[in-house]
């Protein structure tokens, strides 16, 4: 059984700042998954739209049930389309958190997230141990660990409930509710997590959960 850790513990995850390395931004396919705030970082940062954004950077793609975006692969060299000329991220303080995750991955409890080392992904030897909260590099952390268990939780019930009805109509209906309420309308504040909580009960009142 793989050893779990919190936010406070030392893992063996520091790769160093990747540095002469790239492997985990190539040939990642579709796994590169955003989640609302991901794109709401990168709206901000790009200033593009959600569907400007459809257009080159990401694409959407079935995962677990509902329709969802991720990074795309830039076609002629198989490698994310954010990696720049001499391999480092060119939007590495808005990447996703998938990406800040790496060589980690979550796994989520009744009680809030734990965190694993993801074993034989990383290529960096001699990686070195570091406070995994400090791996994450994510700003207010602890409404970022909330606002990531919602969502989880809430992508839980909705397919839940739409395995009830076993409709592949009802599961088409919901994931376009969910794309158009979570990511393609504009979040109007730079407070995100208020704004995603206001538009999360709004789903649940929308959606009798
Ligand atoms: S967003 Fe940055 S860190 Fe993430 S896969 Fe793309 S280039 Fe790599
Ligand atoms: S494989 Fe490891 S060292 Fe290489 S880019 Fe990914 S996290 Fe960094």
Known sequence: MQNLYDLNDMVRADCQDCTGCADCCKGMGDTIVLDPYDCYRLTALLGKSFDEFLSKEIELTPKDGLV?????????????????????CSIHSHRPGICRLFPLGRQYEEDGIK???????????????VKVKKWLDTPDLKRNQKFLKDWHDLKK???EEALKEADEQIMKNLSLFVLNHFYRKAYQTEDFYTEFEGRLQQAKDALGL
């Open 68 to 88: 969802l975006p991720n990074l795309k692969m830039a076609e002629e060299k198989d490698c994310c389309i954010f990696l720049d000329e001499n391999e480092r």
């Open 115 to 129: 965190y694993f080392l993801v074993q034989g992904e990383c290529t960096k030897a001699n990686r070195t141990k």
């Open 157 to 159: 019930q909705l397919v």
